[in-house]
């Protein structure tokens, strides 16, 4: 750039971080030129400091400006750098530049977060942070985009299936600080917990299972001593991992063949109607897994279960029907039923739960969801954009474990397939089933689905901890989104003049058999025009990244790790008829050792934290000050949700942890 003017001046520092990614780090030739608002410059000033290897990956070097080129340079607004193609590893990605003047005590900061091209002069402005048609880098801007539109690409791997990344860009790859390698970590973790007496064989007993558990690794799961228990079995819909099922119930479905005689001894005195119309009957209904394909000799139940809240505001189960229409081989088993038969029935219950669970409730729903989300972001919202600054943080390592987590779990012979019923064809089957229903705008926004399923009223079905938690937090990304949106977008015409949020929402609605992410139910169908349907959207994204995931993913050892509690897999057949059953039923029904223990350190795996909680961000992208101070007032409503959460787990038994914010993490990470 010419125009510039340069000579001695006041002392000034430039920093350069480089970023902590493969073949970060550069032994390429670096120059800048820093411009003023008065449109004064430094000319060009090599950035070398002698007999030291400048840029390495993950360091912050300092490079004192020759005050030769400082004459009249004022505040410094916009950093032009290049690098030429010297050395054997030129390639160089640059996490920010700032520029202090030492005699002010000013501090300019210049987010980058960028590889840098060989002979190409970035121009990066103070804060970076701008929409596309007030930017007057525009041509750098679609040149950056068009370089990711190359690195993410869109694919879906079978027809109905979510859009994933078809190749995982070396950006997405784990830090060296947070590695995730499953094999080694189970290697690990059983050489490590002791562990020899689950290599081969089948369960004698279930005190033979439960004295497996050791205090070192593998603790005894919070399931194991509850398994049986009918309060714990209506706990697990409302305060576990597969949350979002149950409905109130508004009036019995002709297929549930149950009626006031059977029920009577049952409902506390309460009619079926009288308990319908007092709100005190709830339903989990499993039609969407109606003749699920699954493995050769396995049996998929898609039960219906009936519950009702005592006179102890707890929720118990009443009835449960493992198939979904009536027929003389599927009665209707009730609590009454003998104790083993009962509790076998709440297995194959459980069974079909855990394939919702894991197919839907967290899979489909959070972590491939997201990754097509996180896709059309990188491909359409420029790193300088205010909202990809504001997403960015909740997208970390998502593509990278979904790469990783499918090639090991989800995988013909993987984990899936040898610990659940349904193996991949019938997980595959659900999600596809279950995207067809999955809207943004209710599934997607909290208030909106807990008024789909009737539980918007807090006073209905007391002791649902996860919508009473959750519902904290939905409220805090939603101001935090609000907020920020409204920081950039004070009026309609900055939303619709904004080509690259327009093309985010057409590629986010766009069909996937046409190279677009498909989601349902996105306001206006992506063709964006106020600002409460960005905040919806937005909301949605963050809340569904840290807030769903996190509550369908962390409970996971608890609940699977004791077979009985919560089997992914059953041997055998459901029961046809009430007759009495025995301990030695149940044990014949439960994975054998060696699957157990792969259920145990898979689960436990999963269940580990490795990244930071929602607010304290690993990457920091968001400078500019109005911004920051909107991430500061959202990070202290989380230390108010926090403090009520905890307050709240005081009195309950047992307590919900799972959406205190000091636990759950940004982003989909493992």
Known sequence: MGGCFSGPHSEYVVYVRTGDKKNAGTDANVTIILHDDNGHCTGEVKLDNFLRDDFEKGRLDTFPVPKSKLDRLGKVTKVEFWRDNAGIA????????????????????????????????????????????????????????ELKKKDYNYIQRAPGMPAQIQLMPPDEQFSFEYKWDILTTKIQLIATSKIVSLSAGEWDSLTALTNVYTKKIFHTPAGADRWSNDIYFGHQRIASLNHSLIKLCKSIPDKLAVDDDMLKPLLEG?????????????????????????RPNFVMCAPIGLF????????????????????????????????????????????????????????????????????????????????????????????????????????????????????????????KRGLEQWRLDVHGTLPEDLRRRGLDDLSVLPGYHFRDDALLLYKAINAYASKYVKLYYDSPEKIKDDWELQNWGHELTKAREDGGVGLLGVPANGKFTTTDQLIMVLTTIIYTCSVSHASTNFPQYEEYAFPPNYPGLMRGVPPVDKSPLEESNIIAALPDKPTTLDIMTVTKILSQRGTKNLGDFEVQYIFDPKARDIVDAFRQDLKEVSKTVKDRNETRNPPYIYLDPDIVPNSISI
């Not at 700032?98 to 402005?125: L, Q, S």
């Not at 009288?274 to 499993?286: E, H, P, Q, T, W």
Request: proline share 5%; glycine share 4%; net charge negative.
């Open 270 to 294: 309460e009619t079926i109607e009288s308990a319908l119309r007092k709100k005190r009957l709830f339903i989990c209904d499993y039609e969407i897994m109606k003749d699920l394909p699954h």
């Open 308 to 431: 009702f809240i005592n006179s102890n505001k707890s929720l118990v189960p009443i009835a449960i029907q493992l198939f979904q229409e009536r027929a003389p081989d599927n009665p209707v088993f009730l609590p009454t039923d003998p104790p083993n038969t009962w509790a076998i029935v709440k297995m194959w219950y459980n069974n079909s739960d855990a394939m919702y669970h894991q197919s839907l409730t967290h899979l489909g729903y959070t972590h491939l969801l997201m990754e097509g989300v996180t896709v059309a972001t990188h491909r359409n919202l420029s790193q300088s954009h205010p909202l990809f600054k504001l997403l960015a943080p909740h997208f970390l390592y998502l593509i990278a474990i979904n790469t990783r987590g499918l090639e090991m779990l989800v995988s013909e012979g993987g984990w899936v397939d040898k610990t659940m019923n349904a193996g991949i064809v019938g997980m595959f089957e659900l999600i």
């Open 90 to 145: 030129s390639a160089w990605y640059v996490e920010r530049i700032m520029v202090e003047n030492k005699v002010t005590n000013d501090m300019f900061v210049f987010p980058v977060f960028r590889w840098i091209k060989a002979d190409y002069h970035y121009v990066i402005k103070h804060l970076d942070t701008s929409l596309p048609q007030f930017d007057d880098q525009g041509d750098q801007r679609k040149m950056e985009l």
